[in-house]
C-alpha cells in the first residue's frame, strides 16, 4: 500500500486534493475512487452521504498514512477545552464535600459555556476515546457522561433548555459519591455485599443534595436518582421499571455503561469501543432502553471508521468498513496491507485504539 496518504476530517478537506484510498459509505457503497481530484460540489456530496473522513494523497511526502494530520490540532484544542471543564468540576465536587451544598447555577454556567459546545463538537467520541486521563475518575467520568448524554439527546432530537437539562443532569449523576466513604469509593478490588449497598445509596444521596436548590428541575433530580435503574426492574434504588424511568435516566444509563466499559478502572482494563459495542448490544435486552441504545450505537460506530487499532496479534491497523448490523465487527487493513474481514475471523480482535 502507498504511504504517502493522511487522514483529513472532511472539514478540512480543500477543492484540488487527490483521494488517496476509496471512499465507502457506511453501507459499503464505494462512492468515489483512488485518484479523484475533489470539487467543491463533491465535497459536499460527501457530507451528504454521511462521510466524515478522507484519506488524502500528500505529494513528495512519505509519512505513514495516520501520523498526525489537521485532525490532531482539532484534537488537541479538545483536550485542553475538557481538562479546563474537569478542573472546574474538581473543585465544585470537592467542595461540594465539605460545604454540603451544590453549586446548581455554577454547573449550569459550566454546562452552557463548556460542555454543550464540545458535546456538539465534530469527532466527539474519537477524542473522548483518547483524551489523556488522570486518576480522578469520577470527575473525569461526570464530565463524559456529560458529554455523550448531550450528543445522545441531540441525536434523540433534544434541543434548546431541554437539551442542557439532560446535560446538567449527566454532570450531576454521580455527585452523590462525594457523601460514599472513599475506602469505598475508590477502594481496588470488588466490593463486598455490605459496601456495595453503601455504594448503591450515591442515587439517592445525590438525589437529597440537589433537592435542596430550588431551581432543580425534574429531569435532573429523576436522572440522578433513576441512573441505576433497569428496563426490566433489576436496577436501583427503587427497583422502577419500564416507562416509569425517566428519560433522562435512560440517556444517561447509556453513556454511563459506555463510559464506564470504555474507561480504565482499579477492577478492569479499558475495553476498545468495538468491544463495548457488542457488549452494549447484549445489555440492550432487558437492561437499557432499546431505542435509546439503537440510537447511540448507530451514530457511534460511526466515529470509528479510519480509526487506527491493534490487533491481538499486535499489529496495527485502520477500520475501513462497518458491517450492516450495529453489532458486526469491522473490516480492517493492516499496517502490511491485509485486508481483514474480523466478523469472518473471529480470532482476531481489536485490543485497544491508538488513534482516533
Ligand atoms: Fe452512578
Redesign the pocket.
Known amino acids: 500500500m502507498g504511504n504517502k496518504i493522511k487522514r483529513y476530517s472532511l472539514k478540512n478537506v480543500k477543492p484540488g486534493m487527490e483521494v488517496g484510498q476509496l471512499v465507502f459509505t457506511n453501507d459499503g457503497q464505494v462512492v468515489l475512487g483512488e485518484g479523484t481530484i475533489l470539487t467543491p460540489s463533491l465535497i459536499e456530496r460527501l457530507d451528504y452521504w454521511g462521510i466524515t473522513y478522507l484519506l488524502i494523497k500528500q505529494n513528495g511526502d512519505d509519512s505513514l498514512p495516520w501520523q498526525e494530520g489537521p485532525d490532531s490540532l482539532i484534537q488537541q484544542e479538545f483536550f485542553a477545552d475538557y481538562s479546563q471543564t474537569v478542573d472546574v468540576i474538581k473543585q465544585s465536587f470537592t467542595n461540594m464535600h465539605f460545604a454540603n451544598e451544590v453549586p446548581v447555577r455554577k454547573m449550569r454556567e459550566l454546562v452552557d459555556s463548556m460542555i454543550e459546545p464540545l458535546a456538539g463538537s465534530v469527532g466527539v467520541i474519537n477524542h473522548l476515546q483518547m483524551v489523556p486521563r488522570q486518576d480522578d475518575y469520577t470527575f473525569h467520568h461526570s464530565m463524559n457522561v456529560a458529554v455523550a448524554s448531550g450528543l445522545l439527546g441531540r441525536w434523540l432530537g433534544y434541543t434548546g433548555q431541554n437539551l442542557k437539562e439532560l446535560i446538567l443532569a449527566g454532570l450531576l449523576?454521580?455527585v452523590g459519591?462525594m457523601k460514599i466513604p472513599p475506602e469505598i469509593l475508590n477502594k481496588p478490588g470488588k466490593l463486598t455485599v455490605d459496601e456495595m449497598e453503601i455504594m448503591k445509596q450515591?442515587?439517592t444521596r445525590g438525589y437529597q443534595l440537589i433537592k435542596r436548590d430550588a431551581n432543580a428541575s425534574l429531569g435532573v433530580l429523576c436522572g440522578i436518582l433513576q441512573?441505576?435503574e433497569r428496563m426490566d426492574g433489576t436496577g436501583y434504588p427503587l427497583k422502577t421499571a419500564g416507562d416509569k424511568i425517566h428519560p433522562f435516566a435512560k440517556i444517561i444509563a447509556v453513556a454511563?455503561a459506555y463510559d464506564a466499559m470504555t474507561s480504565d478502572r482499579v477492577y478492569h482494563k479499558k475495553i476498545a469501543p468495538f468491544a463495548v459495542v457488542e457488549l452494549l448490544v447484549q445489555e440492550m435486552f432487558g437492561k437499557l432502553d432499546p431505542t435509546v441504545c439503537t440510537m447511540f450505537l448507530n451514530n457511534v460506530r460511526d466515529y470509528f471508521l479510519g480509526n487506527i487499532v491493534q490487533l491481538c496479534d499486535g499489529r496495527e491497523a485502520e477500520v475501513i468498513y462497518l458491517g450492516q448490523y450495529i453489532g458486526s465487527r469491522p473490516v480492517v487493513r493492516t499496517i502490511d496491507g491485509e485486508l481483514l474481514d474480523l466478523e469472518k475471523q473471529k480470532k482476531y480482535t481489536i485490543v485497544k485504539t491508538i488513534k482516533a
Open positions: 449523576h454521580d459519591k450515591h442515587t441512573h441505576h454511563d
